[in-house]
């Protein structure tokens, strides 16, 4: 079968993602409206969507149907966006810009920055749980199971917590490479599986996707710490430089620049060594690997 070139795809994942959350969100004329204003703002038109593309990836490997990974994929970018807002907030990172706009607080305030992650993290579950004709119901179980955990305090938000903690101190490497899994794997593994599971994988295939999406989580983080130091605020479309200024330790500190490129690149060479065993299936999940090296954004 031909297959139509990766920026294609992309580009219609995107834009599939973009409509099944705006049908996921409730609408503007809906009672809290503000709140509901607020919700759209922070979720529609932005982002790169890499949690969706990845779940839609795993998912294509098995050919599971895309109504269901558009679903799960909306259920994880929702979760991602929560915690987006609650990152930016002045408890926290305390950001003025997300995604190339203001932040949830500085459009809005803070206690609907506060609201629109908590009702956003709901609602995630909400679209999870709805029924999936193709997935067993003890397998959808499992997967809410799995996204609850990966949001929780063994995952993001625990990473965030130790992310905090760690503000001003120096870590070991194998301590910062924790908390990236925690932080940011977590919630990529989770969108990885979940595609997986859509399709039906076996506990082998499920296993060697453990494998590639925890190389794929730390690559992730690496890259956004060399983008962070290397790149601009306009092209990021968030404040640039902002580890260095808020005394972060991150793989450029611990490493500097040039081993943190050469870890980027072991890195990205393990995550494509751990899809060997898919073939040609797993064909846009390689080229998803390659586009979170290169990614400027
Ligand atoms: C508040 C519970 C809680 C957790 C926050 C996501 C997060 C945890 C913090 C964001 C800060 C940060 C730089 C995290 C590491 C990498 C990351 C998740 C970057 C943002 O994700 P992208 O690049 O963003 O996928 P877009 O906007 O493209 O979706």
Same mark, same amino acid.
């Given at each position: 079968?031909?297959?139509?070139?990766?920026?294609?795809?992309?580009?219609?994942?995107?834009?599939?993602? *973009?409509?099944?959350?705006?049908?996921? /969100?409730?609408?503007?004329?809906?009672?809290?409206?503000?709140?509901?204003?607020?919700?759209?703002?922070?979720?529609? *038109?932005?982002?790169?969507?890499?949690?969706?593309? #990845?779940?839609?990836?795993?998912?294509?490997?098995?050919?599971?149907?895309?109504?269901?990974?558009?679903?799960?994929?909306?259920?994880?970018?929702?979760?991602?966006?929560?915690?987006?807002?609650?990152?930016?907030?002045?408890?926290?990172?305390?950001?003025?810009?997300?995604?190339?706009?203001?932040?949830?607080?500085?459009?809005?305030?803070?206690?609907?920055?506060? /609201?629109?992650?908590?009702?956003?993290?709901? /609602?995630?579950?909400?679209?999870?749980?709805?029924?999936?004709?193709?997935?067993?119901?003890?397998?959808?179980?499992?997967?809410?199971?799995?996204?609850?955990?990966?949001?929780?305090?063994? =995952?993001?938000?625990? =990473?965030?917590?130790?992310?905090?903690?760690?503000? =001003?101190?120096?870590?070991?490497?194998?301590?910062? *490479?924790?908390?990236?899994?925690?932080?940011? =794997?977590?919630?990529?593994?989770?969108?990885?599986?979940?595609?997986?599971?859509?399709?039906?994988?076996?506990?082998?295939?499920?296993?060697?996707?453990?494998?590639?999406?925890? $190389?794929?989580?730390? #690559?992730?983080?690496?890259?956004?710490?060399?983008?962070?130091?290397?790149?601009?605020?306009?092209?990021?479309?968030?404040?640039?430089?902002?580890?260095?200024?808020?005394?972060?330790?991150?793989?450029?500190?611990? /490493?500097?620049?040039?081993?943190?490129?050469?870890?980027?690149?072991?890195?990205?060479? *393990?995550?494509?060594?751990?899809?060997?065993?898919?073939?040609?299936?797993?064909? $846009?999940?390689?080229?998803?690997?390659?586009?979170?090296?290169? $990614?400027?954004?």
């Amino acid at each position: 079968m031909t297959q139509v070139d990766f920026l294609t795809w992309q580009i219609s994942i995107q834009q599939r993602i *973009e409509s099944a959350l705006d049908a996921c /969100l409730p609408p503007t004329t809906c009672h809290p409206t503000r709140l509901h204003q607020a919700m759209r703002y922070v979720t529609l *038109e932005g982002g790169k969507r890499v949690r969706p593309l #990845l779940c839609h990836a795993a998912g294509e490997i098995f050919s599971a149907p895309l109504v269901a990974l558009d679903q799960m994929s909306c259920a994880v970018e929702i979760i991602h966006v929560y915690s987006l807002v609650h990152d930016d907030l002045p408890a926290m990172d305390n950001d003025v810009l997300r995604r190339g706009k203001p932040t949830c607080h500085v459009k809005y305030d803070e206690a609907t920055a506060l /609201l629109v992650g908590d009702a956003l993290q709901s /609602l995630a579950f909400h679209v999870a749980a709805q029924p999936l004709a193709s997935v067993p119901a003890e397998t959808q179980v499992a997967m809410l199971g799995l996204l609850a955990n990966a949001a929780g305090s063994r =995952g993001m938000a625990g =990473g965030q917590a130790i992310d905090l903690e760690s503000t =001003g101190k120096s870590l070991e490497i194998v301590e910062l *490479e924790f908390m990236h899994l925690q932080k940011t =794997g977590q919630l990529i593994q989770a969108a990885t599986l979940l595609g997986a599971h859509v399709g039906g994988a076996n506990a082998q295939q499920v296993q060697n996707l453990v494998r590639f999406a925890n $190389r794929i989580g730390l #690559l992730f983080q690496v890259v956004d710490d060399i983008l962070d130091a290397e790149a601009s605020t306009e092209v990021l479309g968030k404040t640039a430089g902002k580890d260095a200024a808020s005394n972060k330790p991150t793989y450029l500190t611990l /490493l500097g620049a040039k081993q943190a490129h050469a870890l980027a690149a072991q890195l990205c060479e *393990e995550a494509h060594n751990a899809l060997l065993p898919f073939g040609d299936a797993a064909v $846009r999940l390689h080229q998803l690997t390659d586009y979170i090296v290169a $990614r400027k954004s």
